[in-house]
């Protein structure tokens, strides 16, 4: 767990220093996100699908974009708890792109054991003063705790919309 913690923090600091000094690609924003769970996890009690609002600030460099996300889920899978779940993403592409990231939840004052590595591809349209980031992302998550409840992995299909802004 806190080598998962100890490697977002690495690549954030890298992140951040290697992008400090150029806030021209930089861009900011907000959206919605829903969540499918793909295991057949209803016979535990618990839903398969949630939304959750984001905050997104991304980078692009040259060749990448970097991206760090937060989501907030107002009830995750029908727990009735909510979940903040930071994510950093590496995309490839301008209009349409694809890449990969990695999350991880905190729910009820705890970490999740087990983060989230994700594919994603979408498309992002350049508008008069913002841009429309659609995407669908498939998550991989391996849960002890509810492997052994359901059986299932916490596998799940995601689509989201995003306005952002340049600063």
């Known amino acids: 767990m ?18 400090g000094g150029a806030l021209a690609g ?20 618990l839903e398969q699908d949630s939304f959750s609002l984001l905050g997104s600030y991304q980078f692009a460099g040259p060749l990448l974009k970097f991206e760090g996300d937060v989501e907030y889920i107002f009830n995750f899978a029908g727990t009735d708890k909510s979940m903040w779940q930071p ?8 209009l349409i792109y694809a890449g990969g990231g990695i999350g991880i939840g905190y729910i009820d004052g705890d970490w999740q054991n087990d983060p989230f590595y994700a594919l994603r591809g979408g498309v992002d349209l350049a508008l008069a003063s913002f841009d429309l980031d659609l ?33």
């Open 2 to 19: 806190k080598r998962h913690l100890s490697l977002i923090a690495i690549v954030g600091v890298i992140l951040s220093t290697w992008a």
């Open 26 to 45: 930089s861009k900011i924003g907000g959206g919605i996100h829903y969540l499918h769970n793909l295991g057949d996890i209803k016979d535990a009690g």
């Open 87 to 94: 994510q950093a993403w590496v995309l490839v592409g301008g």
């Open 135 to 167: 995407y669908a992302s498939y998550r991989f998550q391996s849960d002890d705790d509810l492997k052994n409840l359901t059986g299932e992995d916490w596998d799940s299909i995601t689509f989201a919309a995003l306005l952002r802004f340049g600063l």
